[in-house]
Structure formats: structure tokens, C-alpha cells
């Protein structure tokens, strides 16, 4: 399962509501750009990562809240 789609259904489950994702950078010129993105969970807690593209830096910082959560959970 996608990333970015696994912690908002888990989140959806856990707290009745949606993460919510933005743009928050792009750097470097158009044909090779560095995005940034962050993703806010429903706790409050803040994901960022960057990527080529917006896709990419999403599912890192999803990525990241997963390993997070799951470590949070232990």
C-alpha cells in the first residue's frame, strides 16, 4: 500500500480525520527541482521531507510518521 495512503487511513481510524499535506518549498530550476512538503497529522505532529517531485517528498514524510508511529506504539 502507498505510503501516504496508509497513514491516512490509519489516522482516519485512529482520529476520525484527514492528514493534511502542503508544499512548504521548491527550490532549483524547473527541469530539476527540490521540493519540499509537510504533512500534519491530527495530534498536532509534523512530517517534512523533500524529493524531486511532489509525490516523492509525500511519501517520505509519510513514510517517516509511519516509522514514527510505530515506534511510538512499542
Given at each position: 500500500m502507498n505510503p501516504i495512503t496508509e497513514l491516512a487511513?490509519?489516522?482516519q481510524k485512529m482520529?476520525?480525520?484527514?492528514i493534511e499535506t502542503r508544499v512548504i518549498a521548491k527550490?532549483?530550476?524547473d527541469h530539476c527541482p527540490t521540493i519540499t512538503v509537510?504533512?500534519?497529522?491530527p495530534?498536532?505532529?509534523?512530517?517534512?521531507?523533500?524529493?524531486?517531485n511532489q509525490k516523492?517528498?509525500?511519501?517520505?514524510a509519510a513514510l517517516?510518521?509511519?516509522k514514527q508511529l510505530n515506534t511510538s506504539a512499542e
Open positions: 487511513e490509519l489516522m482520529h476520525g480525520e484527514n527550490r532549483g530550476p509537510e504533512i500534519a497529522l495530534t498536532g505532529d509534523t512530517f517534512t521531507a523533500e524529493g524531486g516523492e517528498a509525500k511519501q517520505k517517516e510518521a509511519l
